[in-house]
């Protein structure tokens, strides 16, 4: 096994079970290829951890384990699987939800891979070179494993030619349909890189179809799919989707369809977020609960929008369409924007506004999402419900 060593000093956070190993923290890695497994050690080469080369953002790689001895091979795996599947006892047992994650990533052992749940469909989501060196070893783990009709996997790393698709079982004919919550939604998991819908904001759209839907009208922007408008359109007066995607639309209207909702009495717009937010204030519209979830990142036209850079202009426009003592839900999943510097931008965009508010709900992952707690970013997700007060 090769051998990657640390600089002088940089030992600590290891020791405490850091996961990801910090390229900056390792004295030279030329030698170092995607999927080698290697012992990281101190200067004075003393034993901390073994892991595995696979680039992701800053990281050279993640740990495995913490035994010297121990073999990475496909128990190694079939163990770690178990383990995440015993976790999960709660979500194979609950009513009206069949979709949720299986293993989550360094929360549950290994860093640079995912696998989901769609109703006995897997999607497993390779994150690097690196991790996709140990396909054999994982998919053997994962047919010992888990119970399963099918198998698909998508490559989350650029600098391949292949996207992912079918991999083992008996492939679905797409879309299949998931059910949330008792609500259903369409998904593909052999289009593109997203499948319909996001299982990270489950909670998140549960709290909104409880708490903030009754007899509101809703606004969803960013819709996509439209998964927020369809949980919330249950107790709604209506719901409003907007996203710049043409294709959005027919996703939405199935999805309404899926749940005997007519699409018709739904509004839907194909069009730019600030652009509606212009149009809706001309005509005078006002919705008592906006959703806000924009990608981090993305490029229309000439602009190119951020999260970090441009959110404050977002919750600005939504409040010009917001009924007195509405609520905007917040969301974002860039791990690079955290809890903090986001309460940040929302408290100083609200009080450039000059209103009063209340924080009703700061949210994050669901449990099948499992952090780790030694890796802040793995907790990427962040959903807050805010109330205007006047
Ligand atoms: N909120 C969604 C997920 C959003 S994914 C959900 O809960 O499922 C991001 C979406 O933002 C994509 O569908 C993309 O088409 C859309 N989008 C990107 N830029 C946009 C813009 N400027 N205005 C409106 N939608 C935009």
Redesign the pocket.
């Known amino acids: 096994m090769k051998t990657a060593t640390l600089n002088k000093g940089k030992e600590s956070k290891y020791l405490n079970h850091y996961p990801l190993i910090d390229e900056e923290d390792i004295y030279a890695h030329d030698h170092l290829k995607e999927g080698d497994l290697v012992k990281l050690v101190t200067d004075q080469q003393q034993y901390i951890a073994t892991g595995y080369v696979g680039r992701q953002h800053k990281g050279l790689g993640w740990v495995l384990s913490y035994d010297e001895n121990a073999e990475i091979n496909t128990s190694f795996f079939v163990h770690l699987f178990e383990k995440a599947l015993e976790g999960r006892e709660y979500y194979f047992n609950i009513e009206g939800t069949n979709a949720f994650r299986l293993f989550n990533a360094e929360g549950d052992g290994v860093g640079g891979l995912t696998i989901d749940n769609y109703d006995s469909h897997l999607l497993i989501q390779w994150y690097s070179k690196g991790i996709y060196k140990f396909r054999y070893n994982v998919l053997e783990a994962i047919k010992t494993v888990f119970n399963f009709t099918s198998i698909f996997e998508k490559m989350r790393f650029k600098d391949t030619s292949y996207a992912g698709g079918f991999v083992a079982g008996e492939a679905p004919e797409f879309p299949i349909i998931i059910e949330e919550n008792f609500t259903f939604y369409n998904v593909d998991l052999n289009d593109g890189l997203?499948t319909?819908?996001?299982l990270d904001?489950k909670e998140v759209?549960k709290k909104l179809r409880d708490q903030f839907s009754e007899n509101r009208h809703v606004l969803?922007?960013?819709?996509?799919?439209?998964?927020?408008s369809m949980i919330a359109a249950e107790h709604a007066r209506s719901t409003t989707s907007?996203?710049?995607?043409n294709?959005?639309r027919a996703l939405t209207e199935e999805n309404f369809g899926l749940n005997g909702i007519d699409s018709k009495s739904q509004y839907i717009y194909v069009?730019?977020?600030?652009?509606?937010y212009n149009y809706a204030t001309r005509q005078g519209y006002q919705y008592e609960t906006i959703?806000i979830?924009?990608?981090s990142f993305?490029?229309?036209k000439k602009?190119t929008?951020s999260v970090q850079k441009d959110y404050d202009s977002l919750i600005e426009g939504a409040l010009n369409i917001l009924s007195p003592e509405g609520t905007l839900l917040l969301?974002t999943n860039s791990s690079a924007f955290s809890l903090k510097a986001f309460k940040n931008v929302i408290k100083k965009s609200l009080s450039q506004s000059e209103v009063e508010y209340e924080i009703n709900e700061v949210m994050g992952l669901p449990k099948d999402f499992k952090t780790h707690p030694h890796y802040k970013p793995s907790k990427y997700l962040k959903a807050i419900f805010v109330t205007i007060k006047h």
Do not use: E, H, W
């Open positions: 997203m319909g819908i996001f904001q759209r969803n922007l960013f819709s996509y799919t439209g998964a927020f907007v996203d710049l995607v294709r959005s069009m730019d977020t600030f652009d509606f959703v979830d924009p990608p993305a490029r229309n602009k929008f969301c």
